[in-house]
């Protein structure tokens, strides 16, 4: 009798057990990709207020480096934002927000937006 209530009873809260983990790992890599945004964010304003600084000394050379290195921030393509130290466990919110590009595409394809 224990094993068919274990079989019968538990179906429905292991399922939700799993929806709520896949949400909470699609949040958790929505939240890592938004970090590393704001991160890059803040480092292109400080490089750009350091240009504006070195132009006001009338160092132009520094501040064309300062520039071309904010230049090279915004061209850095999103992936490499979520390459932090975190070893196997990164490799695993790529893959989850790799997973979450997927769903968006396709959801905006299937309701014709985009």
Same mark, same amino acid.
């Given at each position: 009798? !224990?094993?068919?209530?274990?079989?019968?009873?538990?179906? %429905? *809260?292991?399922? =939700?057990? *799993? /929806?709520?983990?896949? *949400? /909470?790992?699609?949040?958790?890599?929505? *939240?890592?990709?938004?970090? %590393?945004?704001?991160? @890059?964010?803040?480092?292109? !304003?400080?490089?750009?207020?350091?240009?504006?600084?070195?132009?006001?000394? /009338?160092?132009?050379?520094?501040?064309? =480096?300062?520039?071309?290195?904010?230049?090279?921030? $915004?061209?850095?393509?999103? /992936? #490499?934002?979520?390459?932090?130290?975190? %070893?196997?466990?990164? $490799?695993?919110?790529? @893959?989850?927000?790799?997973?979450?590009?997927?769903?968006?595409?396709?959801? #905006?394809?299937?309701? %014709?937006?985009?």
């Amino acid at each position: 009798e !224990a094993n068919k209530e274990l079989l019968s009873n538990t179906g %429905g *809260a292991m399922l =939700d057990s *799993a /929806s709520r983990l896949e *949400a /909470s790992r699609n949040a958790d890599a929505r *939240a890592r990709t938004m970090h %590393g945004m704001v991160t @890059a964010c803040r480092r292109v !304003a400080v490089l750009l207020e350091r240009s504006r600084r070195q132009a006001a000394l /009338s160092r132009p050379k520094a501040s064309l =480096d300062a520039v071309d290195e904010a230049r090279t921030c $915004l061209t850095a393509p999103i /992936s #490499s934002l979520l390459f932090v130290p975190g %070893g196997l466990d990164n $490799l695993v919110n790529v @893959a989850a927000y790799n997973t979450i590009l997927a769903r968006e595409a396709a959801r #905006s394809r299937g309701s %014709g937006v985009g």
